[in-house]
């Protein structure tokens, strides 16, 4: 069964940052895309950045790319994503989301290729 669970959230202050991570249970990192999405209080869904392990392609968002960085570590079947100089706008729940269509799905946002979903983790900027 595949399982994601995301951790790192919580409290961070404006201008820190913010390192999330993705375990992956049930299936490798091989062959899949992750992509990191989130939603804000009001807004709807908004992708941030996926990326194939496999291939290290990496994409991003113009709102987080200038500060964020995807990484994986294949042997702890992790994704990592990092965000500096968080803003207060950037309060919201945070997911992370695996794709069976692997490295094609790398370049894109688009929630409907992402077939499985973690329970998301809170994010709050303090200003």
């Known amino acids: 069964e595949v399982h994601l669970v995301e951790s790192g959230g919580g409290l961070v202050q404006a201008g820190g940052t913010l390192r999330l991570s993705c375990a992956a249970s049930g299936f490798s990192l091989n062959g899949y895309a992750i992509g990191w999405f989130r939603r804000a209080p009001g807004k709807e869904r908004e992708g941030l950045s996926s990326?194939?392990?496999?291939?290290?392609?990496?994409y991003y968002a113009d709102s987080v790319k200038d500060r964020s960085t995807i990484s994986s570590d294949n042997a702890k079947n992790t994704v990592y994503l990092e965000i500096k100089n968080m803003k207060p706008d950037d309060t919201a729940v945070y997911y992370c989301?695996?794709?069976?269509?692997?490295?094609?799905?790398?370049?894109?946002?688009?929630?409907?290729?992402?077939?499985?979903w973690g329970q998301g983790t809170q994010v709050t900027v303090s200003s």
């Open positions: 989301a695996a794709s069976h269509h692997g490295p094609e799905v790398a370049g894109t946002l688009q929630s409907g290729w992402f077939q499985y």
């Open positions: 990326f194939s392990p496999l291939e290290r392609i990496a």
